[in-house]
């Protein structure tokens, strides 16, 4: 149910994003942790999975949780007790055993696009392996990959880098500054990968929770240095959301690849 | 040539023992609330660098069911990422139970623990408090180490904390 409903919006960001440059048409995607810092032998956190405009408002849909990937602070998976889905959230848990940092994200990959054939225009999905089952006889094939990555990080106790080791697919952060050991007032440095080489150029959105509150979301525009890296400042404590999308037109018969980062860093009081 | 070495030996124990006390007083202050709990305290000695040098006191749940007490230490933030996210509950001679409103007088004597043998220098004595369903406050008094005859330094909490005190001796 729900992994159709994704799929849906999926295909429609695609089908945009072939005729729009800008990113800005998206909903936001979010994870939100109840928080990013825990203490003790062991603890829960609890996650929130949402697409929406108002940061944190859950008002749009909800994040199918099928590709769900949490990485302990030992670099293994750590399974999670999802609790459902709602109309515009899900829910699950994350248990937390092992003291460290942990990421936790959803990815997706997939090729999407279009093609004619005998003057219909026909939707197409698939891997690539199956792009050349596209009947021979099609015209004005437009194939578009699409690799997201939606994520955020908890530690429990002292926290490790272990878990936030790049995977090399798609737009990546790999935080400079610990991403649960952030305060408001403190320059935070994060750098973006794409493929695993480093990002540069990359336009970051970066913006505070809280928007419904708000006349201006406050949104700071930022471009990744030849490093591939950003520095945030923030001078309110509270939970922030990113984004940043990397597009590569398609070229001698390779489909185009758009790539998007969304992630949540709590940022806490000084 | 035996007695030599012993000589040798008191010298060398002789000359860095620079002995110091150091009194901490602390004011829990009585809050007029809907729901009070006693707070977490933690009272620790860092260096000029923020480093923490020293845990000398943390004040918390100790005796909650499946160690529970412990889910609410990193709401003492500084003291959290200074040094507390390192320790693993309850730390022997430096952890006990929450106290209520009143006045404590806490003492730490040089090259005991929970204090240690702190190398001559500037430091900073940290306070931090944080109440469930309160607030937090956090403060700090300067101070040289070792004392050269009795010094004392002093802060005002305004909100978790009621005064605090430092009195250092040789």
Redesign the interface.
Known sequence: MFARASLIAAGLAIGLGAFMSTPAEAHRRWLLPSMT?????E?TASVDAAVSNQLFVFEHHALALDNLTITGPDGQPVQPTIIGSGKYRSTFDVPLKKQGTYRIALTSEGLMGFYELNGQRQRWRGTRGEISKIPAGATNVQINESISRTETFV?L???NDTALKPTGRGVEMIPVTHPT?L?AGEQAVMRFLFDGQPAAGLEIEFVEGGTRYRDNDGAQKLTTDAKGEVTLNVEDAGMYYLETTKSVDGQNGQPGRRASYTGVLEF??S | MRKTIAFVATGLIATPAVAGEMTVNVEIPRLRVAEYHKPYVAVWVENEAGQAVANLKVWYDVDMRN??G?????DM?TW??RT???LK?PVNGVSGPTQGPGRYALKFRDGVQPLGRLAPGAYKLRIEAAREVGGREALAIPFQWPPRGTQTGSAQGQSELGAVSLILKP
């Not at chain 1, 810092?37 to 032998?41: T, Y």
């Not at chain 2, 412990?70 to 990193?74: F, I, R």
Request: glycine share 10%; aromatic share 10%; net charge positive.
């Open positions: 810092v825990f203490a003790g032998d603890a530690s106790g002292t926290p050991d305060v806490l009081p | 160690a529970e412990t889910k609410w230490l990193p933030r959290w990422r507390g996210r390192t509950m």
